[in-house]
């Protein structure tokens, strides 16, 4: 079955860390576009990082820079290492996959793009 996972949300205090995983499964990430994506509650859906397998660009959302840091160290998994966690982080964390988007046009029109791919996400609560 082809499908993105994700893993590594819970509960943290402000000020605290959480890596998050991406993994896929049935493909490979390679030539991809893969992006973390949050949703809060009564919020519209963000793009907050994206890495493209293709031509190396990344994405950051500037509520984010600095602080949050994608990577990926196999062609099955993508990471998103979050320092310095605040309450206004707290949302659902999904990762998306596409083919044609680089990181740039996934940050900026992702959350309305149709992706190839999405996770059922994975929950960050940070607590003040």
């Known amino acids: 079955e082809v499908q993105l996972v994700e893993s590594g949300g819970g509960l943290v205090q402000a000020g605290g860390s959480l890596r998050l995983s991406c993994a896929a499964s049935g493909f490979t990430f390679d030539g991809y576009t893969i992006g973390w994506f949050r949703q809060a509650p009564g919020k519209e859906r963000e793009a907050v990082s994206c890495?493209?397998?293709?031509?190396?660009?990344t994405y950051y959302a500037d509520s984010v820079k600095g602080r949050f840091t994608i990577s990926s160290d196999s062609a099955n998994t993508v990471y998103l290492q979050m320092n310095d966690l605040k309450p206004e982080d707290t949302a659902v964390y999904y990762c998306a996959a596409d083919y044609k988007l680089n990181a740039p046009a996934m940050g900026v029109f992702g959350h309305a793009y149709a992706m190839e791919y999405w996770g059922k996400g994975t929950l960050v609560t940070v607590s003040s």
């Open positions: 890495i493209s397998k293709g031509d190396g660009s």
